[in-house]
């Protein structure tokens, strides 16, 4: 706090990122992967080097290599073998932090409560210092075909109990008035919008002890998939009834 001014994080309840950040071991080769300045925010406001980043949904390593960017240990699991080994293989060079990446479904809270403890204890912690979440949209996009996989799941109401009991377990292990960030959106399907976002973050504030401290909305122009198809989706929208999505949310939470 004492040199506050000078200091770039990101205060404001919306976040305008005008592209992905690259360099580094960051490669834009996953659908629904991190924009990399979205941890790299959450991280340096709610940790300090040294701490531990526990991570639900690891997927490509975003989360990952911004924490060995910050110098904070790093506990990640996924239900995709293939992206684990992936990341496992970028990572093989670090030697800076303390990290793992477990392939797990973080659905089982027995086998996930098991890869926390096993964790925490080869490295003499007793608990993580932040937990940060960025789950699949339901079915839009499907990482794998293992049925337990939350993105093969198309019902609104399983795939939120699902996920809240998933964020309950790793609740177990934050400390107090340790932070947690969930990032999400909303959905189009059957011709409505389902507001998955607030879905989840009614869910969380309704299961688990927190004080909710922010609800920011994120955009980013530089989307991969959208380049050079900005008039298609526009005519797309005017002829049906409908608005496209250009924005997430990202909801910070307490633990009391």
């Known amino acids: 706090m004492e040199d506050w001014k000078q200091i770039d994080i990101n ?3 919306l976040w305008l990122i005008p592209e992905r950040a690259k360099g ?3 490669k834009n080769v996953y659908h629904g992967n991190f924009v990399p300045q979205i941890p790299n925010q959450l991280i340096r406001r709610y940790t300090s080097v040294g701490d531990t980043v526990l991570e639900l949904f690891s997927g490509s390593g975003t989360t990952l290599y911004e924490c060995e960017n910050l110098q904070r240990d790093y506990l990640g699991f996924d239900i995709n073998e293939q992206i684990v080994e992936y990341v496992n293989e970028k990572m093989q060079d670090c030697t800076s932090i303390n990290y793992a990446i477990k392939n797990i479904d973080v659905t089982n809270s027995i086998e996930f409560s098991i890869g926390i ?4 204890s080869q490295y003499n912690k007793k608990q993580v210092d932040f937990m940060i979440a960025h789950p699949p949209y339901l079915d839009i996009i499907k ?4 049925s337990r996989d939350l993105s093969n799941i198309p019902n609104v109401s399983l795939f939120i109990d699902k996920l809240t009991n998933a964020i309950a377990t790793g609740f177990q292990y934050l400390k107090k008035n340790g932070y947690f960030a969930i990032v999400a959106g909303d959905i189009y399907k059957n011709s409505e919008v ?3 976002a607030f879905m989840i973050m009614d869910a969380v504030r309704q299961n688990l002890n927190v004080k909710m401290k922010g609800v920011i909305v994120k955009n980013i122009e530089g989307n991969r998939g959208k380049l050079g198809t900005q008039d298609i989706w526009k005519y ?3 002829k049906s009834d409908y608005f496209l999505f250009k924005h997430e949310y990202i909801f910070v939470f307490k633990k009391m």
Do not use: C, Q
């Open 143 to 146: 990482f794998t075909n293992d």
């Open 117 to 120: 403890e096993e964790w925490l």
């Open 236 to 238: 797309r929208a005017l």
């Open 194 to 196: 389902v507001p998955l």
């Open 11 to 13: 205060v404001d309840s």
């Open 24 to 26: 580094g071991k960051h």
